[in-house]
């Protein structure tokens, strides 16, 4: 039994090393190795042609129709992305600055754990957010180490949460004494200048005498009277303040004396803030304490962004982003790192273009390489792009030792390794033209920014992609119908062959898809034919066969609009069908003229061979 159990091991442990021995070093970085991570990448980002980025997650969608479907409009698509990056947080969030040289790939991997926690104490990021217990378990069987995430994972704040934070910690942010005058003073602005001018200069004057050889208790009772206080060594003043107004109104008044330093003290409550005035000995003196608050200052950003430094520096760095699925990368990393995410998806492109220029993403390249043979996988897809290059593409990772090989994280390298092959063969695009005034490749010209949502297909934490086998149709959203209230078991083949032989409006070409167990969508290709569907339905006119039962057993058509209400709604069920039950009875809001070009969108592109069959699962 011991010989057995010795061999067991023996045999795990040769295919443990031979797993590992088909990965590549990926740099891990916790909490422990940020500082020392972060100087080694912004060199490398810098220094880069691209920046690949992919991340891990605690969830996409809790059920089939909750992810980007072909039926979503933009507007839609947009809704979707938001509540997932709003609802799920990022785990782990893998950066590889790489360039190519003839054809070579060179890149330098990164695998960043994050975990979000209230490093500072001051009820900042929130705790809560919700998991997808099978894309957890997904990550598990990749060898994710949750321990490793939960208690040395980075933490961070987003950019509008920072600016929150620095006013809630101002106690080390120092004032420009050179801020802009404040306007035209008023009586009342006249008297508090003037008080807090007069108690400032008796403040001084107390602090100064009391450098003389006097009574100790005298001189201790003047500063008490004077309400100095200590910062440090020097001696300080706290002036209440009760708006900005009246900090512009003590800064201006405080440019009178050359030997003062203002910081702005953390909030009290409400509209209370406290302004603290240091008293410095000589300019050389000033001059310590200001390089010592701004060293603090810059510490103290440092620990409240954590993370988002990363996030910063590409931003900073103006180069090309490279992601597989950059729609619901870049919503999650707008939600977590920038500022809550908009309402509409025109200004969250306007907004995200601004941090990020030059977005490449490899689901819009894969579309421009038709035709493609189906893969199953990502690295399937990259095998078949190299067959199509004449030469092979080769990958270099000089920065990491060959001990220091891990799995967590390896799929942004086989994301550069697809994005090389596909940049190799669409730069000889016979339609990429150069700009003369552009620094840009053409290629990066031609592609760059698309990033218009697809359908998800499977889960981001397998390999699964799409290699689109024929073209899209475009058809409006008023040809569209939802089936709810069928039988349990019903596949989309049943139910084409049920409407097939029911009504003369099925004569024509349609289309039958499940989104999920409880509903179905139907594609009528000729237009009008939807609508006179609904009106059947609607009416009670007697229909032939399979149909008139399944109608009598509660069987339901809805059209678009009530599925644009069902996912503008803030409660989302599991089940299609409820939702759209409950957004029937929802009258709709009348349209206004301003009402924007996503809301207005009323095509999509429809690809039958996107959709989920559930026949097939």
Same mark, same amino acid.
């Given at each position: 039994?011991?010989?057995?159990?010795?061999?067991?091991?023996?045999?795990?442990?040769?295919?443990?090393?031979?797993?590992?021995? !088909?990965?590549?070093?990926?740099?891990?970085?916790?909490?422990?190795?940020?500082?020392?991570?972060?100087?080694?990448?912004?060199?490398?980002?810098?220094?880069?042609?691209?920046?690949?980025?992919?991340?891990?997650?605690?969830?996409?969608?809790?059920?089939?129709?909750?992810?980007?479907?072909?039926?979503?409009?933009?507007?839609?698509?947009?809704?979707?992305?938001?509540?997932?990056? #709003?609802?799920?947080?990022?785990?782990?969030?893998?950066?590889?600055?790489?360039?190519?040289?003839?054809?070579?790939?060179?890149?330098?991997?990164?695998?960043?754990?994050?975990?979000?926690?209230?490093?500072?104490?001051?009820?900042?990021?929130?705790?809560?957010?919700?998991?997808?217990?099978?894309?957890?378990?997904?990550?598990?069987?990749?060898?994710?180490?949750?321990?490793?995430?939960?208690?040395?994972?980075?933490?961070?704040?987003?950019?509008?949460?920072?600016?929150?934070?620095?006013?809630?910690?101002?106690?080390?942010?120092?004032?420009?004494?050179?801020?802009?005058?404040?306007?035209?003073?008023?009586?009342?602005?006249?008297?508090?200048?003037?008080?807090?001018?007069?108690?400032?200069?008796?403040?001084?004057?107390?602090?100064?005498?009391?450098?003389?050889?006097?009574?100790?208790?005298?001189?201790?009772?003047?500063?008490?009277?004077?309400?100095?206080?200590?910062?440090?060594?020097?001696?300080?003043?706290?002036?209440?303040?009760?708006? #900005?107004?009246?900090?512009?109104?003590?800064?201006?008044?405080?440019?009178?004396?050359?030997?003062?330093?203002?910081?702005?003290?953390?909030?009290?409550?409400?509209?209370?803030?406290?302004?603290?005035?240091?008293?410095?000995?000589?300019?050389?003196?000033?001059?310590?304490?200001?390089? #010592?608050?701004?060293?603090?200052?810059?510490?103290?950003? !440092?620990?409240?962004?954590? =993370?988002?430094?990363?996030?910063?520096?590409?931003?900073?760095?103006?180069?090309?982003?490279?992601?597989?699925?950059?729609?619901?990368?870049?919503?999650?990393?707008?939600?977590?790192?920038?500022?809550?995410?908009?309402?509409?998806?025109?200004?969250?492109?306007?907004?995200?273009?601004?941090?990020?220029?030059?977005?490449?993403?490899?689901?819009?390249?894969?579309?421009?390489?038709?035709?493609?043979?189906?893969?199953?996988?990502?690295?399937?897809?990259?095998?078949?792009?190299?067959? !199509?290059?004449?030469?092979?593409?080769?990958?270099?990772?000089?920065?990491?030792?060959?001990?220091?090989?891990?799995?967590?994280?390896?799929?942004?390298?086989?994301?550069?390794?697809?994005?090389?092959?596909?940049?190799?063969?669409?730069?000889?695009?016979?339609?990429?033209?150069?700009?003369?005034?552009?620094?840009?490749?053409?290629?990066?010209?031609?592609?760059?920014?698309?990033?218009?949502?697809?359908?998800?297909?499977?889960?981001?934490?397998?390999?699964?992609?799409?290699?689109?086998?024929?073209?899209?149709?475009?058809?409006?959203?008023?040809?569209?119908?939802?089936?709810?209230?069928?039988?349990?078991?019903?596949?989309?083949?049943?139910?084409?062959?049920?409407?097939?032989?029911?009504?003369?409006?099925?004569?024509?070409? =349609?289309?039958?898809?499940?989104?999920? !167990?409880?509903?179905?969508?139907?594609?009528?290709?000729?237009?009008?034919?939807?609508?006179?569907?609904?009106?059947?339905?609607?009416?009670?006119?007697?229909?032939?066969?399979?149909?008139?039962?399944?109608?009598?057993?509660?069987?339901?058509?809805?059209?678009?609009?009530?599925?644009?209400?069902?996912?503008?709604?803030?409660?989302?069920?599991?089940?299609?069908?409820?939702?759209?039950?409950?957004?029937?009875?929802?009258?709709?809001?009348?349209?206004?003229?301003?009402?924007?070009?996503?809301?207005?969108?009323?095509?999509?592109?429809?690809?039958?061979?996107?959709?989920?069959?559930?026949?097939?699962?």
């Amino acid at each position: 039994m011991q010989y057995k159990s010795s061999l067991s091991n023996a045999l795990q442990t040769a295919d443990r090393r031979r797993l590992v021995s !088909r990965q590549w070093p990926i740099k891990q970085v916790t909490k422990a190795n940020f500082a020392e991570a972060l100087a080694e990448i912004k060199t490398l980002i810098f220094n880069s042609d691209y920046v690949a980025v992919s991340m891990q997650r605690t969830g996409r969608y809790s059920s089939p129709w909750q992810k980007i479907l072909p039926v979503d409009t933009e507007e839609i698509a947009y809704l979707k992305a938001k509540r997932s990056a #709003e609802r799920y947080q990022i785990l782990q969030f893998a950066v590889c600055p790489f360039s190519v040289k003839d054809s070579k790939l060179i890149a330098h991997p990164f695998n960043f754990h994050l975990f979000p926690r209230d490093e500072l104490k001051i009820g900042m990021p929130s705790y809560g957010f919700s998991c997808q217990s099978s894309h957890l378990t997904s990550m598990a069987r990749e060898g994710f180490d949750f321990n490793t995430c939960f208690y040395n994972g980075i933490s961070y704040l987003s950019r509008a949460q920072e600016s929150a934070a620095i006013v809630r910690m101002g106690n080390l942010r120092s004032i420009d004494n050179g801020a802009q005058s404040s306007p035209v003073h008023s009586v009342a602005d006249s008297v508090f200048s003037e008080r807090i001018k007069s108690r400032v200069k008796n403040w001084r004057n107390v602090c100064k005498d009391s450098n003389r050889t006097d009574d100790a208790l005298i001189n201790s009772l003047r500063k008490v009277i004077a309400g100095s206080e200590k910062y440090g060594s020097r001696p300080c003043l706290s002036i209440d303040v009760c708006s #900005e107004r009246q900090v512009l109104l003590v800064l201006e008044m405080l440019k009178g004396f050359a030997d003062v330093v203002p910081l702005r003290a953390p909030v009290k409550g409400g509209d209370m803030q406290v302004l603290r005035v240091i008293l410095t000995s000589s300019e050389e003196d000033k001059n310590l304490l200001e390089d #010592e608050l701004r060293n603090m200052e810059e510490e103290q950003n !440092r620990s409240i962004r954590g =993370f988002r430094e990363v996030i910063d520096l590409i931003s900073t760095s103006q180069k090309p982003v490279v992601a597989h699925n950059s729609f619901n990368d870049f919503a999650s990393i707008y939600s977590k790192f920038l500022a809550p995410l908009p309402l509409t998806m025109n200004e969250f492109c306007s907004s995200l273009l601004l941090v990020f220029p030059l977005i490449l993403d490899t689901n819009h390249l894969l579309t421009k390489c038709k035709p493609f043979e189906t893969s199953s996988n990502l690295s399937g897809s990259i095998s078949y792009l190299k067959k !199509r290059l004449s030469a092979p593409i080769d990958m270099e990772i000089p920065d990491q030792e060959s001990g220091n090989v891990n799995v967590q994280g390896h799929y942004v390298l086989k994301l550069c390794q697809l994005f090389v092959a596909l940049h190799s063969i669409l730069k000889i695009n016979p339609e990429v033209h150069e700009s003369d005034n552009s620094p840009l490749s053409p290629f990066v010209q031609h592609h760059v920014n698309n990033f218009v949502p697809v359908s998800d297909y499977g889960d981001s934490s397998a390999e699964d992609i799409r290699i689109w086998t024929s073209s899209s149709r475009r058809v409006s959203t008023d040809n569209l119908v939802f089936l709810l209230g069928f039988e349990a078991g019903a596949t989309a083949g049943k139910v084409k062959r049920i409407l097939h032989d029911s009504d003369d409006v099925f004569s024509k070409e =349609f289309d039958v898809r499940m989104v999920d !167990r409880t509903c179905a969508v139907v594609v009528f290709w000729t237009p009008g034919f939807a609508e006179q569907f609904l009106k059947i339905m609607g009416s009670g006119k007697l229909l032939l066969g399979k149909l008139r039962e399944m109608i009598s057993e509660g069987l339901r058509a809805v059209d678009y609009d009530t599925y644009r209400r069902a996912c503008k709604s803030v409660q989302w069920e599991t089940d299609l069908a409820e939702c759209l039950d409950e957004a029937s009875g929802e009258k709709e809001t009348p349209i206004s003229a301003a009402k924007s070009w996503q809301e207005q969108q009323s095509v999509i592109s429809w690809n039958s061979d996107e959709m989920i069959n559930l026949d097939d699962l």
